[in-house]
């Protein structure tokens, strides 16, 4: 697909076909995309966990956001659950996680050519290892889309990252940041229509220095 066209069409898509797995050779260029991605100091502090067999599957759905029974539950919560029982998201056959590695970045930018050696959070203006996971995981919806894929970016409420990291035997370094649920598209409904909730352009760009928009 033409990259102006992939962009302006991409879009999360929940519901997929449960009969059609995802081709070894496309999880191979999802994959092959995902590490393409840049990383600060190419320190590559990623690992992406790869579930699609049914048992696994069904494990990270019933880890993930239960509020059944939860009074603290909020609206939100409860209606992601609704949304998991039209099918939402559990209907894909391929869930990529990312992972990132923080110690990756504290060890590369400990090195020589950086010399931050006292290996000090404090240094980073952001946690380049997360966003890193984010943006493999961007290059992963695009290329799913390009293959004719469709794919939703999925979280983990906190206090589910224990279960999860037990369950996929997961080492305690790595931070489970995003997933992202992959299939082919079963989706009757038209796209949701987000165009007026789309803020506008002028209001989040400042040019040379800041501007409040309300005094343009
Ligand atoms: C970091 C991140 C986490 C997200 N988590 C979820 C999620 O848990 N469930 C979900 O349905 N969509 C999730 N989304 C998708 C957003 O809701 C979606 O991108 C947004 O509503 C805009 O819709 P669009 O991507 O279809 O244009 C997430 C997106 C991002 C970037």
């Known amino acids: 697909m033409e990259f102006d066209q992939l962009v302006r069409r991409r879009r999360m898509v929940r519901r997929y076909d449960p009969n059609r797995p995802v081709p070894q050779p496309l999880v ?13 100091g190419f320190s590559q502090g990623w690992e992406f966990l790869v ?45 990529i996680w990312a992972l990132s590695d923080r110690d990756r970045y504290l060890d590369r930018y400990a090195q020589g050519d950086k010399g931050w050696t006292d290996r000090s959070e404090s240094r980073w203006p952001a946690a380049y290892w997360d966003m890193d996971a984010g943006a493999a995981t961007l290059m992963m919806h695009l290329t799913a889309l390009n293959e004719g894929l469709a794919s939703c970016y999925i979280g983990l409420s906190p206090k589910t990252i224990p279960e999860f990291k037990d369950t996929f035997g997961i080492p305690d370094r790595l931070h489970p940041v995003v ?32 501007s409040d928009p309300a005094t343009r």
């Open 179 to 210: 997933g992202l649920t992959i299939g082919y598209a079963d989706e009757d409904e038209p796209p949701r229509d987000l165009s007026d909730r789309r803020r506008p352009l002028g209001d989040m760009v400042h040019e040379g220095r800041w």
């Open 28 to 40: 191979d260029k999802l994959l092959g995309h995902a590490v393409r991605a840049p990383s600060g």
């Open 51 to 95: 579930i699609r067999k049914a048992e696994d599957l069904e494990s990270l759905w019933k880890l993930s956001w239960n509020t059944r029974g939860d009074s603290t539950a909020t609206e939100a919560q409860r209606r992601s659950e609704a949304y998991r029982a039209r099918g939402f998201w559990v209907t894909a056959p391929l869930v």
